[in-house]
């Protein structure tokens, strides 16, 4: 059974830094996206970052590029998601997701981990 395991989430000062990470089991996430998505309250869910598993490729939003940085580790099968000048607008639940490269949807999603910012 596929899962993954958000971490790392809590309450920050706006400036300041976080990283989430992303612990996935129950099968071999080669050449799959991983991605990180956000939900903040009253608002639909959004696209952050995502990296390919094989390659290392990178994408993100531009409301983060420059501030955050996604990256894997092969050997603890785990993704990170580091968050740098937090601002209270990123304040959400974040979400890890695993995406097949053929399929259009992510189809593997984790429980969330809360992300909060203060002014």
Same mark, same amino acid.
């Given at each position: 059974?596929?899962? #993954?395991v958000?971490?790392?989430?809590? #309450?920050?000062?706006? @400036? @300041?830094? #976080?990283? #989430?990470? =992303?612990?996935?089991?129950?099968? !071999? +996430? ?6 990180? +998505? ?19 490729? !990178?994408?993100?939003?531009?409301? $983060?590029? @420059?501030?955050? &940085? ?7 099968? !785990? $993704?990170y ?5 937090l601002k209270?607008?990123d &304040?959400? $639940?974040? *979400? =890890? ?8 949807? *992510?189809?593997?999603?984790?429980? @969330? !981990?809360?992300? &909060? $910012?203060?002014?």
């Amino acid at each position: 059974q596929v899962q #993954l395991v958000e971490s790392g989430g809590g #309450l920050v000062q706006a @400036g @300041g830094s #976080l990283r #989430l990470s =992303c612990a996935a089991s129950g099968r !071999t +996430f080669s050449n799959y996206n991983m991605g990180w +998505f956000r939900q903040a309250p009253g608002k639909e869910r959004e696209f952050v970052a995502a990296i390919n598993w094989s390659s290392g490729s !990178t994408y993100y939003a531009d409301s $983060v590029k @420059g501030r955050f &940085t996604i990256s894997r580790d092969n050997a603890k099968i !785990t $993704v990170y998601l580091q968050m740098n000048s937090l601002k209270p607008e990123d &304040t959400a $639940v974040y *979400y =890890c997701a695993a995406k097949h490269p053929m399929n259009n949807r *992510y189809d593997y999603w984790g429980q @969330g !981990t809360q992300v &909060t $910012v203060s002014s």
